[in-house]
T-cell receptor
Framework: NAGVTQTPKFQVLKTGQSMTLQCAQDMNHEYMSWYRQDPGMGLRLIHYSVGAGITDQGEVPNGYNVSRSTTEDFPLRLLSAAPSQTSVYFC??????????????????FGSGTRLTVV | GNSVTQMEGPVTLSEEAFLTINCTYTATGYPSLFWYVQYPGEGLQLLLKATKADDKGSNKGFEATYRKETTSFHLEKGSVQVSDSAVYFCALSEENTNAGKSTFGDGTTLTVKP
């Protein structure tokens, strides 16, 4: 059981280049998300998806695109890389269950991250 | 909007010391609360969770109790080990909203010395 797989693990881009960060999960989770992690700033949500064909913006979506053509895959595209996009990117997936008395009950499974440097 | 505030680090303890990492939150309704742990060079791992008031989440000797009256979810461990050295994140997910939109604290770095 691989969980959440992210590729590549490391990437260096020049300003203006484009690239796609890949994310795949094999747990049949409905929900998938992309976060970026910057020193002292915790994790910030870029985009998320509640199912195949459905995506929405998070807190910091500018400069990034996503698509969700299948349940398993949720790639993140950098359209024109900028130094401000230097960060560690994490993909995560989760399920959600709702019981009338227990409320939501879920938790993320994270990928191992992609360290991106834009020069 | 939602927010999570963690005690600032870094925190340095000796082995077998008692650990507390404070976490308070702001959210509407009854959010689900989580603690994640990140070891060097790795992604975050879910450590424990609580989904309603007064629930206690526990795992690997760590505990946290969902306190609605103080909007808190403090992480505790009675006796830390060197292997507990990591960054700890408190997070919440708002009630009655789509999953996949958690709000995270800034993280607290714990170093345990032998």
């Amino acid at each position: 059981n691989a969980g959440v797989t992210q590729t590549p693990k490391f990437q260096v881009l020049k300003t203006g280049q484009s690239m796609t960060l890949q994310c795949a999960q094999d747990m049949n989770h409905e929900y998938m998300s992309w976060y970026r992690q910057d020193p002292g700033m915790g994790l910030r949500l870029i985009h998320y998806s509640v199912g195949a064909g459905i995506t929405d913006q998070g807190e910091v979506p500018n400069g990034y695109n996503v698509s969700r053509s299948t349940t398993e895959d949720f790639p993140l595209r950098l359209l024109s890389a900028a130094p401000s996009q230097t960060s560690v990117y994490f993909c995560a997936s989760t399920y959600a269950s709702r019981h009338p008395k227990q409320g939501q009950d879920y938790g993320y499974t994270f990928g191992s991250g992609t360290r991106l440097t834009v020069v | 909007g939602n927010s999570v505030t963690q005690m600032e680090g870094p925190v340095t303890l000796s082995e077998e010391a008692f650990l507390t990492i404070n976490c308070t939150y702001t959210a509407t309704g009854y959010p689900s609360l989580f603690w994640y742990v990140q070891y060097p060079g790795e992604g975050l791992q879910l450590l424990l969770k609580a989904t309603k008031a007064d629930d206690k989440g526990s795992n690997k000797g760590f505990e946290a109790t969902y306190r609605k009256e103080t909007t808190s979810f403090h992480l505790e461990k009675g006796s830390v080990q060197v292997s507990d050295s990591a960054v700890y994140f408190c997070a919440l997910s708002e009630e009655n909203t789509n999953a996949g939109k958690s709000t995270f604290g800034d993280g607290t770095t714990l170093t345990v010395k032998p």
